[in-house]
């Protein structure tokens, strides 16, 4: 499977976004600086601010740059994002000043601070409030009420009380920090350590970059917790703050934040926009990409070398960069890069070159990195669950329908299945014209409703075409979604009733026959489908109930015993046992499948004795 996490590897030729923002960083020559980057869930955001942080790591100025990573959502609901910021900032200056007298002095005041300040609860918005002459909140509110109490003029012995009170609460909560001076109220203690925050970078010659992450994925409250304590150090010189969010969601935490308020869009949008000088938008993937990132994918599974990997994708990133030129990252242009010695892997390319023109405009997928990868570990998953199944089945054919069932709507996947489950042989022949026609170019008649977009013109022109193959195994292996058994459900009691009692059989017996002759055929049909689940899930074929179960039934219903005689053509010769033979060697419709093992050189050599055995007795 694909990881869904981050990145270090540029497979998009991104590296050219993160250079640019890398040099804008180094050319601001410690001035303050401010980015966003922005985008959409899943687009690569995360994985931009690695690169820039890896753009600036290879310069040789690297060694002036303090490096701070913050996740917000980490602390969500477990601490307080703007004291957690805060903190990490100070306790990475601390840890950069070691061997500094001076700067690790003012970075151990700067973390004592801080450490008051979450102590204290102003983080949370105590001094806000008292900027404003509202009384502060939290423990620290406690101390500032009764230190009021003292200094109102008239001490009383509850004023007292509450002193101590206070002071034994603000001491046990943190023995180890640093309190302010008494003549230092909480807004002065924010003012200098901003101001010691300032020396110390100056102290140590470095500028601080600090990288913001997944603030989309956030709480409202916690967004704008951490956007908070951005401004606390914004602007001051020797730093950078390069934040990572979806700006639609930003607004929405803003609207949310300042609930009950009236805010035009105008207010919304220029909340983040005060924070950020330089906007930088992950560019969004087209064909191109699409086909290289699908096909990078594949061969990053091949086992090929991490030096080739890394020769091939700075490949692909130099094509891409002259997409414009008319330059394409094709099929041809990958397999030139692919070295002759290197794992066969030109089925999944090919699969990745006609994947990619749907994956990149059908809405449902867009062309979003995380999305491309979850597709193909779904795709992954079916295939292993076909494997350890013993299921054949065609990758290209399983992706097809994945997408459909990615992209269509449910209703049509529904139909999709349904023809599947209820038509002849698990074909949907509904699909053979439309499909002709798509891939020939011609106008499709026929496609009314939700049938008759764009994105279903597209599939059906993907190969392969669907309309003549037996699409059960595919609809089984994908069963997660929508059960092969959907349409057996739609069974008739007395039917439901008849088929739990041939999956009990140990012997064969005619004391269903009458009562399946008087059912319907379509629950004959349902019965089938049915048995055929039970019958795929089966190792060994000697005499498992599932085979006596088919027998009793196609005893009683003739017609259908072509379904279950393809099942027995195509069946793993390896599960085969000889006890099936004898059981098969009466049935006329059987005849081809035994004649197919006995050729087959997987067949077990018992199996074939006994089928030989037959032929020389003339049965």
Not at 427 to 450: D, M, Q, V, Y
């Amino acid at each position: 499977m694909w990881s869904d996490n981050d990145t270090r590897e540029d497979y998009l030729n991104f590296r050219c976004v993160a250079d640019t923002a890398a040099e804008l960083i180094v050319q601001a020559k410690g001035a303050p600086l401010s980015m966003g980057v922005s985008g959409g869930w899943g687009v690569g955001k995360s994985s931009m601010l690695n690169l820039i942080s890896d753009a600036l790591e290879e310069r040789d100025e690297h060694k002036n740059y303090i490096f701070v990573s913050f996740n917000a959502w980490l602390y969500q609901g477990y601490d307080d994002a703007r004291a957690a910021l805060l903190e990490e900032i100070a306790t990475k200056l601390v840890q950069k000043a070691a061997g500094n007298t001076a700067a690790l002095g003012k970075a151990k005041k700067l973390l004592g601070r801080v450490n008051w300040l979450r102590l204290a609860g102003l983080t949370a918005g105590s001094a806000a409030a008292m900027a404003v002459g509202l009384p502060p909140i939290g423990l620290a509110g406690a101390a500032w009420s009764a230190f009021q109490g003292v200094t109102d003029g008239e001490i009383t012995t509850d004023d007292i009380q509450a002193v101590e009170k206070s002071g034994a609460n603000l001491a046990k909560a943190g023995a180890e920090t640093v309190l302010p001076e008494k003549k230092e109220s909480p807004p002065k203690q924010i003012h200098a350590l901003r101001d010691q925050f300032e020396e110390t970078l100056k102290d140590l010659g470095a500028t601080l970059v600090v990288f913001i992450d997944d603030l989309d994925r956030c709480l409202p409250a916690t967004a704008i917790s951490t956007l908070e304590a951005v401004r606390l150090f914004l602007f001051l010189p020797q730093t950078a703050f390069i934040i990572a969010a979806d700006d639609k969601m930003i607004r929405q935490a803003v609207r949310g934040h300042f609930k009950g308020v009236e805010l035009d869009d105008d207010l919304v949008t220029n909340y983040f926009d005060k924070l950020i000088q330089v906007p930088i938008r992950v560019p969004p993937l087209g064909t191109q990409e699409v086909r290289a990132y699908l096909m990078l994918l594949y061969l990053a599974k091949a086992g090929l070398n991490e030096e080739t990997m890394k020769r091939i994708r700075e490949s692909v990133c130099e094509r891409l960069s002259l997409s414009w030129s008319g330059k394409r990252v094709d099929l041809a242009f990958i397999r030139g890069l692919v070295p002759e010695d290197a794992p066969d892997v030109s089925v999944n390319l090919g699969l990745a070159d006609r994947l990619a023109p749907l994956m990149t405009t059908a809405q449902q997928i867009k062309g979003n990195p995380r999305l491309i990868k979850r597709f193909l570990n779904t795709l992954w998953i079916r295939m292993a669950v076909a494997k350890t199944q013993r299921v054949a089945v065609d990758e290209s054919t399983l992706a097809k329908v994945l997408l459909f069932e990615r992209c269509a709507s449910e209703s049509l996947y529904q139909q999709l299945v349904s023809s599947v489950n209820d038509g002849d042989g698990g074909r949907p022949s509904f699909l053979t014209e439309w499909e002709r026609h798509a891939r020939a170019g011609e106008p499709i008649t026929g496609l009314k409703g939700e049938w008759d977009t764009p994105f279903v013109r597209d599939w059906l022109a993907l190969e392969p075409a669907l309309g003549e193959l037996d699409l059960r195994a595919v609809v089984y292996v994908s069963r997660e979604t929508l059960p092969v058994v959907t349409a057996a459900d739609q069974m008739s009691t007395p039917a439901l009733e008849l088929l739990e009692g041939l999956l009990k059989l140990n012997s064969s017996t005619s004391a269903f026959t009458e009562r399946l002759q008087a059912l319907p055929g379509r629950d004959h049909t349902f019965m089938v489908d049915r048995l055929m689940v039970r019958a795929r899930q089966e190792q060994s074929w000697g005499k498992p109930s599932v085979l006596l179960a088919f027998l009793t039934l196609i005893d009683a219903a003739p017609e259908m015993a072509p379904a279950f005689a393809k099942f027995l053509e195509d069946l793993d010769p390896t599960r085969l046992k000889p006890a099936i033979v004898p059981i098969l060697k009466d049935k006329e419709w059987a005849r081809k499948a035994l004649d197919v093992w006995s050729k087959n050189s997987n067949t077990p050599k018992s199996v074939k004795t006994a089928i030989k055995n037959l032929a020389e007795k003339g049965d």
